[in-house]
Nanobody
Framework: QLQLVESGGGLVQPGGSLRLSCITS????????IGWFRQAPGKEREGVSCISSSGGITNYADSVQGRFTISRDSAKNTVYLQMNSLNAEDTAIYYC?????????????????WGQGTQVTVSS
């Protein structure tokens, strides 16, 4: 089973950028689709972006399409989420998660391995 650790969160001004990293350990990174999810206070966890096990397919929530980019580096067993043009609505705890399937979906219930989360706060 894959273990995941997120990093890269922090405080950023509106319009700014952050890059989140999801560092994985364990076996067979290449067999797992990886997703990024977020949860704001008082709201349900929602899917942000995901990438297939091969890296060939990516999906994005409508709210982040065109602003966020997901990628994976098999040599480093790491998945990245580049976030640009951030706004206050992006403030949340961001989690990465893994599912041992080829395809990626933005449904949290389909993922069975989760990181501890990293806080992203967008504020002036």
């Amino acid at each position: 089973q894959l273990q995941l650790v997120e990093s890269g969160g922090g405080l950023v001004q509106p319009g700014g950028s952050l890059r989140l990293s999801c560092i994985t350990s364990g076996s067979a990174f290449g067999y797992y689709a990886i997703g990024w999810f977020r949860q704001a206070p008082g709201k349900e966890r929602e899917g942000v972006s995901c990438i297939s096990s091969s890296g060939g397919i990516t999906n994005y929530a409508d709210s982040v399409q065109g602003r966020f980019t997901i990628s994976r580096d098999s040599a480093k067993n790491t998945v990245y989420l580049q976030m640009n043009s951030l706004n206050a609505e992006d403030t949340a705890i961001y989690y990465c998660a893994a599912r041992r399937f080829t395809n990626c979906l933005l449904r949290p219930a389909l993922y069975n391995s989760w990181g501890q989360g990293t806080q992203v706060t967008v504020s002036s």
